[in-house]
Nanobody, 124 residues
């Protein structure tokens, strides 16, 4: 069983930075989790249909949506069982709810887990 708890959302000015966290509550280490993703979706809409912003695989590879490439960085801290999304040069259009998602194992029908989301607002 895995529980994901996001934190760190808040208000930031355009051009500023914000780092959000996903604390992974699990009997194991996030080192062993196959796939972790940061999604974002407008409030009130289905998170599953949101934008896949940043991906972290178990082999340490990462990938990003074109909209955030070069500005956002996903990282894992195995010692703290926490995944971070560092967001730089933020724009008003980055304002939305950010969700953490995990697939502990690879497979045709993997068990998946979602957090409840954290709101990031970019505004003057």
């Amino acid at each position: 069983q895995v529980q994901l708890v996001e934190s760190g959302g808040g208000l930031v000015q355009p051009g500023g930075s914000l780092t959000i966290s996903c604390n992974v509550l699990s009997s194991g280490s996030i080192f062993d989790i196959y796939l972790i993703v940061w999604y974002r979706q407008a409030p009130g809409k289905q998170r599953e249909k949101g934008e896949k912003v940043a991906i972290s695989l178990k082999d340490d590879s990462t990938s990003y949506a074109v909209s955030v490439q070069g500005r956002f960085t996903i990282s894992r801290d195995n010692a703290k069982n926490t995944v971070y999304l560092q967001m730089n040069r933020l724009k008003p259009e980055d304002t939305t709810v950010y969700y953490c998602y995990a697939e502990p194992t690879k497979g045709p029908a993997p068990r998946v887990y979602w957090g409840e989301g954290t709101l990031g607002t970019v505004s003057t």
